[in-house]
Nanobody
């Protein structure tokens, strides 16, 4: 069993910063990509940023230059540093990881429960 637990969401004023964290735990052999997605009511979940085990990253155009994703492979943890936040960044943020569990033969995607980020104007 693999679990992802996010933390760090909250309420912040426009222009402020927040740092999200996500820890993967359980029966893990290896983790490839880790990423953050966000979703608002009535809309599809969208990719915010991804980081691979090699360290390469990619970002949604809407957050480039403001958000930064990083990971600590030893701790199975991924971070999302969010600066210059805008009201349109308000959403539930979800952590995702592509994991090869112990004794498994295929990679699977796992999701956290989500953490709310609210940016006031």
């Amino acid at each position: 069993q693999v679990q992802l637990v996010e933390s760090g969401g909250g309420l912040v004023q426009a222009g402020g910063s927040l740092r999200l964290s996500c820890v993967a735990s359980g029966s893990i052999f290896s983790i490839n990509a880790m990423g953050w997605y966000r979703q608002t009511p009535g809309k599809q979940r969208e990719l915010v940023a991804t980081i691979y085990s090699t360290g390469s990253t990619n970002y949604a155009d809407s957050v480039k230059g403001r958000f930064s994703i990083s990971r600590d492979n030893a701790k199975n943890t991924v971070y999302l540093q969010m600066n210059s936040l805008k009201p349109e960044d308000t959403a539930a943020y979800y952590c995702n990881a592509r994991v090869l569990p112990m004794l498994a033969v295929r990679w699977d995607d796992y999701w956290g429960q989500g953490t709310q980020v609210t940016v006031s104007s």
